[in-house]
């Protein structure tokens, strides 16, 4: 695991500020809200997020998104700020287990 990128995402949470991520092989940035990290059932470690803007394959609409931390290849902590969501589920059973989550 990526000590600095943990770091730096665990204050981004704690501060709830919003973060422009760029990902291995993807074209153009993403603009998250970083809800957590955990692993899955699959022993892969994600960034669980709220993503508002940028590449997707969700037909570019908001919503949720575990991406996989070590295909983070860039980071930038934004001014703008969030608000957790009332529907994210720190107990979802998709989550095996949390590095940290707000």
Known sequence: MNLELTQQLF???????????????EPISRTVCPYGI???SKNQIMLVC?????????GGKEGY???QLDKII????????FHKRDDFNADDGQYKEW???I
Do not use: D, P
């Open 38 to 40: 955990c692993t899955t």
């Open 74 to 81: 860039e980071l930038e902590m934004l001014e703008l700020t």
């Open 65 to 67: 998104r575990n991406l």
């Open 11 to 25: 204050l981004a949470s704690e501060e709830k500020r919003a973060c422009r991520i760029i990902l291995k092989a």
């Open 50 to 58: 709220w993503q508002t803007a940028g590449f997707t394959k969700a």
């Open 99 to 101: 590095v940290y989550h």
